[in-house]
């Protein structure tokens, strides 16, 4: 299959995803597939109490991109 017919199978959604900064979309992915909070902050690189936060901006950045 060539590239750019993958491409054009991505939803709106997963194309924005993949264009945000690794930690934003890392921590939506592992949110939305009920990964513990915990484990998110570890993989993120952030402490429990700022990962709302992380949320808020990467579902802010997440909905410019799909403008």
């Given at each position: 299959?060539?590239?750019?017919?993958?491409?054009?199978?991505?939803?709106?959604?997963?194309?924005?995803?993949?264009?945000?900064?690794?930690?934003?979309?890392?921590?939506?992915?592992?949110?939305?597939?009920?990964?513990?909070?915990?484990?998110?902050?570890?993989?993120v690189?952030?402490?429990?109490?700022?990962?709302?936060?992380?949320?808020?901006?990467?579902?802010?950045?997440?909905?410019?991109?799909?403008?």
């Amino acid at each position: 299959m060539h590239p750019d017919r993958v491409a054009d199978d991505f939803s709106e959604h997963e194309r924005a995803l993949r264009k945000l900064p690794l930690p934003y979309s890392l921590a939506l992915r592992l949110r939305d597939a009920g990964v513990a909070r915990e484990v998110i902050c570890e993989y993120v690189g952030v402490e429990d109490d700022s990962l709302d936060g992380v949320y808020r901006i990467a579902e802010e950045k997440l909905i410019a991109l799909q403008k």
